[in-house]
């Protein structure tokens, strides 16, 4: 039946309910209504947009802790934004303030109860009506989450503050980085700056800290006893490194590192001050130097539905890892990835130290400080000029490295990597070459036999220490003792075999303190360099000198790795 006419059929057959005669029927008609009226009818005119609210500009004064916003005669002080860096959360505290009356408390301004009873407070304090407090109370609401967005946009920007530079003082930087004696020029300027001597050290320092722009940098530890210097070498290096290119901590926990934001260290250094203060952290550090990324599957809250979930933390390399330590028992895990220093104890470079010291104390010294931090700007600007460029070396396959010990496996890899640092600490003396990859161009560097010889002027002192079974301190009170022995037989006219002496002797002839002398002779004693016989008291220990000490390996390095001559110099290197 058609639409227009069911109406009419049911009206005509409805029935009386109520008492009495029932009324008159009139009979409805059915009238119809022509197809192109019909259809005016039933079209639906558009309903207009709705017009957009005014945007209403709140006046606000934004300080460091607080933001203060004036609507009228009322005055609302907003504290503890800045912990709002989610955005289902806007919890602060506020101030509502007219005259000398004033309301103040914290709540959630997301939260319609928490605003209603604010609303209700504030307005009894303060002597206004609620509507009045209620509509201030929600343009302070835009207001505050206007700003809450900029703030939570601006924490998640990557951090890139790399510092800009001016024409002049690029054309410094880029005139060092340019400088035949490039390597010479940084011993000069570490001297210029304050340290004295430890000339390998510092080198070798300076280059590992480069390397952070290679896919697998170099690690560095500086081992020494206490007050040697460690801390003051490693305090040299970073100066002259930007600081948006270096992270350094006292201390830190197990899990720390983990949770450090995805690019926050990577091609950065990291220096910890003691390596003891990392030491619940070693899993993370050595993860990090051999794998070059950490990643972590922990336990937390969804925002939206509030059940546990698994959410996954990573943290990108590769990264420089700098290390200090006094101790001589380290985790043999991380020691063996890392570069060993050891600061110079000689009695030689005390004398220079005070001297230097000294030296400070006068007016020339003090008038020169002023050109110690222009000798670092230049450094650090220097250093933000170094870009990350792939290093091949076309002589790699001809260098030779000791294979009698397991443990040179990574030293190799340690020994390949200074050549490549101390090449790309070159590049703006060195031509950018182009190779075409899957059909993308990759620009690289070369090595050459400079960088090689380099290298291997390093590596005899440095990566040869890895080679002896003893700690560096411990080597050398090893070598005092063995002068002493030899003056003493000299002096008395014995064999070697026949001379005795106490734990006081060897103090009064090198003028250790007692008790790093018995850490570092007990360490001789179980490696079988000193025989133990105790003395009548059976308190006193009589050491004879054991005539098979062992050799000193620092130098077995030095006739097995690399060496530039053993390639023809005329030879064309490829890639060209």
């Known amino acids: 039946m058609p639409a227009e006419k069911s109406l009419a059929v049911l009206i005509n057959k409805a029935q009386w309910l109520g008492k009495g005669k029932p009324p008159e029927r009139a009979h409805v008609e059915v009238i119809p209504v022509p197809e192109q009226e019909a259809a005016k009818e039933e079209t639906i005119a558009p309903v207009p947009p709705l017009a957009a609210s005014p945007v209403v500009d709140v006046p606000a004064e934004v300080k460091a802790e607080e ?22 959360l806007l919890r602060v505290n506020v101030l509502a303030s007219k005259g000398d009356t004033f309301h103040v408390d914290t709540l959630d301004l997301y939260s319609a109860r ?116 460690k801390s003051s070498l490693m305090e040299a290096v970073l100066a002259m ?43 993370a550090l050595k993860l990090l130097q051999s794998e070059g990324v950490l990643t972590i599957a922990s336990t937390g809250k969804d925002p939206a539905t509030g059940r546990l979930i698994t959410q996954q933390y990573r943290v ?29 104890e000689d009695r030689a470079q005390t004398q220079a130290i005070h001297r230097l010291q000294r030296e400070q104390q006068t007016l020339e010294v003090l008038l020169a400080r002023q050109d110690r931090e222009e000798i670092l700007k230049v450094h650090r600007n220097a250093q933000r000029l170094l870009e990350p460029l792939f290093v091949a070396n076309p002589y790699a396959r001809e260098l030779t490295f000791l294979d009698s010990r397991t443990r040179t496996r990574r030293d190799h890899t340690k020994y390949l990597t200074l050549i490549r640092a101390i090449a ?81 002797d060897v103090r009064v002839y090198t003028g250790w303190g007692d008790t790093q002398l018995k850490l570092h002779l007990h360490r001789l ?13 059976g308190q006193s220990f009589v050491y004879p000198r054991n005539s098979s000490c062992g050799r000193d390996l620092s130098n077995e390095v030095a006739h097995t790795v690399g060496d530039e001559r053993r390639r023809s110099p005329d030879k064309s290197s490829p890639g060209g």
């Open 241 to 283: 490194l930007p600081e948006e290119h270096r992270v350094q901590y006292s201390a830190m926990t197990g899990q720390s590192l983990f949770y450090m934001g995805e690019k926050d260290l990577k091609n950065k250094v990291l220096a910890i001050v003691e390596e003891e203060g990392a030491s619940r952290a070693a899993y």
């Open 316 to 344: 990108e390399g590769p990264v420089m890892i700098f290390l200090t330590t006094t101790a001589i028992d380290l985790d043999e895990e991380l020691l063996n990835r890392c570069l060993v220093l050891t600061v110079n």
């Open 114 to 229: 928490q605003r209603t009873v604010y609303i209700k407070q504030a307005a009894a304090e303060m002597a206004v009506k609620e509507d009045v407090v209620k509509r201030d109370l929600g343009r302070v609401l835009l207001k505050l989450e206007e700003l809450q967005d900029e703030q939570i946009k601006k924490a998640l920007e990557p951090k890139q503050a790399s510092a800009s530079m001016n024409a002049a003082e690029r054309e410094a930087a880029m005139e060092l980085l340019k400088d035949p004696e490039l390597l010479d020029r940084v011993l000069e300027d570490f001297a210029r700056c304050g340290v004295v001597g430890e000339e390998t050290n510092k080198l070798a320092g300076y280059i590992a800290a480069v390397s952070r722009h290679l896919e697998a940098p170099l690690a560095v530890m500086i081992q020494s006893s206490s007050a040697a210097g």
């Open 525 to 537: 004693e179980e490696l079988e360099y000193l025989l133990v016989h105790h003395g009548g008291r």
């Open 424 to 504: 790309l600490l070159h590049q703006h003396q060195r031509p950018v070459r182009t190779a075409m990859h899957r059909g993308k161009p990759v620009a690289y560097i070369e090595v050459t036999l400079g960088d090689i010889e380099t290298a291997n002027r390093l590596a005899h002192e440095v990566l040869g220490r890895s080679l002896d079974e003893l700690p560096p301190q411990t080597r050398r009170l090893l070598l005092l003792i063995e002068e002493m022995v030899a003056a003493q037989c000299l002096k008395l006219q014995m064999e070697r075999n026949d001379f005795r002496f106490s734990r006081r």
């Open 67 to 88: 933001v203060l916003i004036t609507l009228g005669d009322r005055r609302y002080r907003v504290r503890g934004l800045a912990k709002n860096l989610s955005y289902e």
